[in-house]
């Protein structure tokens, strides 16, 4: 069975830094591209980055090119999300998952990890 963990999010003041964690502790990812999502208050969820199995190839949204940088570490299971000079537009609940491209992987989702960005 998955168990998506999502963690490291916070409130954080415009052009701060965060950096999200996701444990998979159903070892089930280790093998499997994944990716991070979020979903801000009245808007679907939307994809935000996309990193191989191997960790060689990652893609993303336009909105946050330049700024978010994904990578994983498959040894713990766990892929991060660090994300740079934060925007207001950029609070959501962030989500990890499988990844087939741009779209989950998976239908089961985590909790999720709130990010907040005060302007």
């Known amino acids: 069975q998955v168990q998506l963990a999502e963690s490291g999010g916070g409130l954080v003041q415009a052009g701060g830094s965060l950096r999200l964690s996701c444990a998979d502790s159903?070892?089930?990812?280790?093998?499997?591209?994944m990716g991070w999502f979020r979903q801000a208050p009245g808007k679907e969820r939307e994809f935000v980055a996309f990193?191989?199995?191997?960790?060689?190839?990652?893609y993303y949204a336009d909105s946050v090119k330049g700024r978010f940088t994904i990578s994983r570490d498959n040894a713990k299971n766990t892929v991060y999300l660090q994300m740079n000079s934060l925007k207001a537009e950029d609070s959501a609940i962030y989500y990890c998952?499988?990844?087939?491209?741009?779209?989950?992987?998976?239908?089961?989702w985590g909790q999720g990890t709130q990010g907040t960005v005060s302007s």
């Open positions: 998952n499988a990844a087939r491209g741009r779209a989950a992987g998976a239908e089961s």
């Open positions: 990193v191989s199995w191997s960790g060689v190839v990652t």
């Open positions: 159903g070892r089930i990812f280790s093998n499997d591209n």
